[in-house]
Structure formats: structure tokens, C-alpha cells
Nanobody, 128 residues
Framework: QVQLVESGGGLVQPGESLRLSCAAS????????IAWFRQAPGKEREGVSC??????STYYADSVKGRFTISRDKNTAHLQMNSLKPEDTAVYYC???????????????????????WGQGTQVTVSS
């Protein structure tokens, strides 16, 4: 089956860290760029980060720049989240991006037009 499986979410206090993982099966993840989106109740969807198919280029929303790091290997993508803030609380989704150039649109517009495969979502809660 073609799927993306996410893990690593949880409840942490402000200033702490989490590492999210996104594992692909049934297709070649290396054919795609990979994005992380987040969705919080009452808020618009946000494109958080994106990494090109080669792993050379990375992109971040201004709200997470300097705190989050995206990475990838053959079959798995990761999002290292440091210095977490309450406003980072959301369900986080990984998704494929058809073209590397789509990463720019993911970050600037939160478009899902080039994302065909999605993880199930993982809850991140940052609270004291």
C-alpha cells in the first residue's frame, strides 16, 4: 500500500524539543520533495517546512525559522523542533510535493495542489 506514517508527536513544555518522523512505503520518496504542514483549530493551514527531492534545499516559514530543521534520507523525512512555543500547538502532517519548486508555494501560500500523499497527522501540544 502507498502510505506515509508519522510519529513523534506529544505533549511538551515551552522550550522543549520534539522530533517528528515521516516514513514512506509503497513508493519512492526520493522522487518527491517533502513538506510539513500544520493545522490548529480556528487557524489557517500553514506550510511549516519543505525539503527538495535531493535534500539540498530547505525552506521554512518565518514563524519557525531558526528553531525547526527539516531533513531526509532514502525513505524517511524528519522535522526537528526545538525551542517549542505554545503557538506551535497543532496537528502536523507530512506530505509529498510533486516538484521542488512547489516547496516555495507550500511555504508562501500553504498550497496542497502538488501534494498527493499525506501522513495521518500527529498532535503536537506545547503547554505549561
Amino acid at each position: 500500500q502507498v502510505q506515509l506514517v508519522e510519529s513523534g508527536g506529544g505533549l511538551v513544555q515551552p522550550g522543549e524539543s520534539l522530533r517528528l518522523s515521516c516514513a514512506a512505503s509503497g513508493f519512492t520518496l526520493g522522487d518527491y520533495a517533502i513538506a510539513w504542514f500544520r493545522q490548529a483549530p480556528g487557524k489557517e493551514r500553514e506550510g511549516v517546512s519543505c525539503i527538495s527531492s535531493t535534500g539540498i534545499s530547505t525552506y521554512y516559514a518565518d514563524s519557525v525559522k531558526g528553531r525547526f530543521t527539516i531533513s531526509r534520507d532514502k525513505n524517511t523525512a524528519h522535522l526537528q523542533m526545538n525551542s517549542l512555543k505554545p503557538e506551535d500547538t497543532a496537528v502536523y502532517y507530512c506530505a509529498t510535493v510533486l516538484r521542488d519548486i512547489g516547496c516555495v508555494l507550500v511555504i508562501t501560500t500553504a498550497t496542497t495542489d502538488e501534494s498527493d500523499y499525506w501522513g495521518q497527522g500527529t498532535q503536537v501540544t506545547v503547554s505549561s
